[in-house]
């Protein structure tokens, strides 16, 4: 293809972003947004609804038609679908994400498996979800990980407490379980990133993956998280690991979700830092791994993940000045689905690979990322008021045409 469309990409076409949307739809995302802007409603909905959800009360109608709706596609896979080819009648990929989060337990790790294989075979039957994301924590105990990642290792990169290398060994089996399934289906498997003080076994388990599975293309991912100081220095070294043993870097590129708790965490136990000092640096180093993989697109398969329009802005004008495909395999733009749908659907127009990140699973599996979503849609963040600009805009375009 070819780029001639590109002198036409705006964010602020708010007719591309909101065309699958009716105005009903519309109506009902801006009074969620609304109610989310209340100075009081987030602090108070957060602590309030996992405990409500215990009690017999109808929230979970509720939360059903409201919440959920916004940010997660449905409570089973045949539900999902719906919104899948929705999406698809518009250009838009999908990362199909299971949203359990926090259950803990070798029966629930190899449930999960289980689970992740069952997504992978759904996706390998649509032609728009190319990816399907996975936590290690869905998989591992997370003190396991916490562990493994403070304890002084040996040469081969393994510490040695025999008990819990056996324990290491079965999510070794079972992530290596999952990746065999979605090569052999040719469906991507992105890894998350998590919390700093467990991030290290992930990092290593990605790698094994990695070499293993990304010899012709990438099928694993992982996840940088750029509010961190010393990632940009980590992706220059994964580039030259993956170069060394000649594999191809798979790499999602994010802000990282979790900055207050790393913050504080550090401070109460009086360890530096591991995050920016400030969002401009953060930026900078975003902005940096953007420029990277590109300018290495031949050998790293990248994702921007984010909501920053100047971000996903400047991954356009190089792969534009690079003279590179909007739709070359190695780029991929995503978006969390009921967020910035302007800079989804309008790179959709341009041709570019772009997906929504798309969870799916019973309500009370998926509270953790509704608070999480909720936490960060807070009048604090500023997302909010970008979100509803925009919807009010198109509510008032569509008034007058
Ligand atoms: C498809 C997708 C997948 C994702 N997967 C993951 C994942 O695996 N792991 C994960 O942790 N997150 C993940 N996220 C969330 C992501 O890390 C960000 O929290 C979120 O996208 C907001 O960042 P942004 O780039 O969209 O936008 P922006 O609004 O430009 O940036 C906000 C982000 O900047 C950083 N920041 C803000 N203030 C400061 C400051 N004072 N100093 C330093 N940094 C600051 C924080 O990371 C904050 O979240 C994912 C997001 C998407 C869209």
Redesign the pocket.
Known sequence: MTNDSKMNISFDNTENAFAYKTDKELKQSKFLFNTMDYPLFVPIGTRLTPFLMKTGLPVHGIIRNTIFKQFVGGETLPETSEVVSLLKQFGVQV?LDYGVEGKEGEENFEHAADVFIDVINYAATQSNIPFI?V?VTGLARFSLLQTLNEAPRLRSGIHDHELEIDEWDRVRKRMHRICEVAAEKNIGV?????ESWIQDPVDRLCMEMMETFNKEKAIVYN?I???RHDRLHFLHLSHRIAKEKQFVLGM?L??????EKERSRASQRGYPSP?????E???KD?DASVEYCIKNINEISS?I????D??NMLGVQLLEKNNLPFNHPNIHF???YG??DNITFNLAKIGCNV?K?LPFGPIRDVIPYLMRRAQ?NSSM???TGRELSLIRKELKRRKSA
């Open positions: 990362i994301s936590k992105l890894i998350d990133s998590e996840t998280q750029l509010y999602k994010v802000r990282g979700a979790y900055m995050i920016q000092v400030d969002k640096n953060t930026d975003f994702i993940a984010s909501h920053n100047a971000s995503s978006q969390l967020m910035s997906s990140y960060e963040s500023g997302q």
